[in-house]
């Protein structure tokens, strides 16, 4: 509860479990990463990029939903939360960024990578977020 979302860091499991899938031969054909600003998926991110010997984008867009303004809720509560947040995409549920503008931002986000990387020459790409 101390520590901000954004600022949680992979436990050591998650960093294992990250270096095995980096070394998967299906992402053979990786020629991009990007992640959100998330720690955990910059982490995340930056396992995977390295792994190719490729550069770790990060991009704010690439965010998970705004739920700052509850701060930490306890699983139970959370979940509860999460569940009207869902119920009620064109809402906003105790402050939260509402579902459709999540969704509208990162698809957007996305989209602008994708365009960017094919002009580039393309090849697959991960989203870490």
Do not use: C, Y
Not at 11 to 31: E, Q
Not at 40 to 62: R, S, Y
Not at 99 to 104: F, I, L, S
């Amino acid at each position: 509860p101390a520590v901000p979302v954004p600022a949680r860091r992979l436990s050591d499991r998650g960093i294992a479990r990250m270096r095995a899938f980096a070394r998967d031969a299906r992402l053979s054909g990786l020629r991009a990463v990007w992640s959100s600003r998330e720690a955990k998926a910059i982490e995340a991110a930056g396992l995977l990029a390295a792994g190719f010997g490729l550069p770790a984008g990060v991009d704010e867009g690439l965010g998970e939903n705004n739920s700052s303004a509850t701060g930490f809720l306890p699983p139970t509560g959370f979940e509860r939360v999460a569940d009207a947040f869902f119920a009620d995409p064109h809402g906003s549920v105790r402050g939260w960024e509402r579902v459709v503008d999540a969704q509208e931002r990162v698809a957007r986000t996305v989209s602008r990578i994708l365009d960017a990387h094919a002009a580039s020459g393309g090849g697959d790409i991960a989203f870490v977020a």
